[in-house]
């Protein structure tokens, strides 16, 4: 975020644990299977309903048992959300372990950070610290993504339990943004600065190996590895604003001469393989 020139001001980290959730709805509320799944999704959508609403909702499906789960969620801060709870081993290693988090990204230098306590992530494998990464702009107040950490989801699999933190990433969400605090440029840089092809299967082989050395001396390459035609190659490489293109035959790979095809002038320059690299490079710091 701070990358992409967000102020840590603009947004915030959210996190909770599903461990200490899951107490709350499996001992205290002594709900169970698709119980308390549906509990822990409508705590999840907590702040996209109403408050008459997300407390109608809760009450049908926690009968009295509503106002300890209401209770609880009102809290203004993590201690005061802890303080309400039970003495429980197994509660204090969870909240240790939000601590720790907490403590940890404070003394990284990232101090907004937010306990959330109706911060469920709606996915049931997940089995200790949670997160989401919450833009507080008044224009796309949302999350843009978030993960946690799943110790039992490959259990699922059959195959052997490893414990594993992951997130995912909204690309919508995350356009939007930028679009709301920084303007993106009216075109972006194209994906490479080469487009290269093989005109036969004979020579991707060669055409493989060459990209792989320009690569190294810093030119970005796209490898066009279809049977389509050179012109539908052209075209293709022309509507992706690539500047530059070349065809590797038979020919090329023997003689190790290639014809680079600047695309904007449709001029073509015959070059030693060895020199492709500073050819480009040059014409692309003019």
Do not use: C, W
């Not at 609403?53 to 201690?79: C, H, I, V, Y």
């Not at 919508?172 to 920084?182: A, S």
């Not at 075109?187 to 093989?198: E, F, I, N, Q, V």
């Amino acid at each position: 975020m701070r990358n992409f020139g967000i102020s840590d001001n603009d947004f915030e980290i959210r996190v909770n644990s599903r461990a200490v959730m899951d107490y709350i709805i499996g001992k205290l509320l002594g709900q169970s299977g698709e119980e308390a799944k549906k509990t822990a999704r409508l705590i999840d959508r907590k702040d996209k309903l109403s408050k008459d609403d997300f407390e109608t909702a809760m009450r049908d499906l926690l009968g009295e048992k509503d106002a300890l789960l209401l209770t609880l969620l009102s809290s203004q801060n993590f201690e005061g959300f802890a303080s309400k709870l039970p003495q429980d081993e197994k509660l204090d290693r969870s909240f240790a372990e939000v601590r720790e988090v907490i403590a940890g990204l404070e003394a990284l230098g990232i101090t907004n950070v937010r306990y959330d306590q109706a911060l469920m992530r709606g996915f049931d494998y997940y089995t200790g610290i949670i997160f989401e990464v919450y833009d507080k702009h008044p224009a796309n107040p949302r999350a843009l993504f978030g993960g946690g950490r799943y110790d039992n989801l490959l259990d699922l699999f059959g195959v052997e339990r490893v414990p594993t933190v992951g997130f995912g990433m909204g690309d919508v969400t995350m356009r939007d943004v930028l679009e709301t605090y920084k303007p993106l440029p009216a075109t972006l840089p194209p994906a490479a600065d080469l487009y290269l092809s093989a005109l036969s299967d004979g020579e991707r082989e060669y055409v493989n190996d060459l990209a792989q050395v320009l690569r190294r001396d810093g030119v970005r390459v796209i490898v066009d590895y279809s049977d389509a035609k050179v012109g539908v190659k052209v075209k293709h490489a022309d509507k992706a604003r690539i500047p530059f293109f070349a065809i590797i035959g038979g020919a090329e790979r023997e003689s190790g001469k290639i014809k680079v095809k600047e695309l904007s002038t449709g001029t073509e320059t015959e070059l030693q393989e060895e020199k492709i690299a500073a050819f480009i490079t040059s014409r692309i710091a003019e």
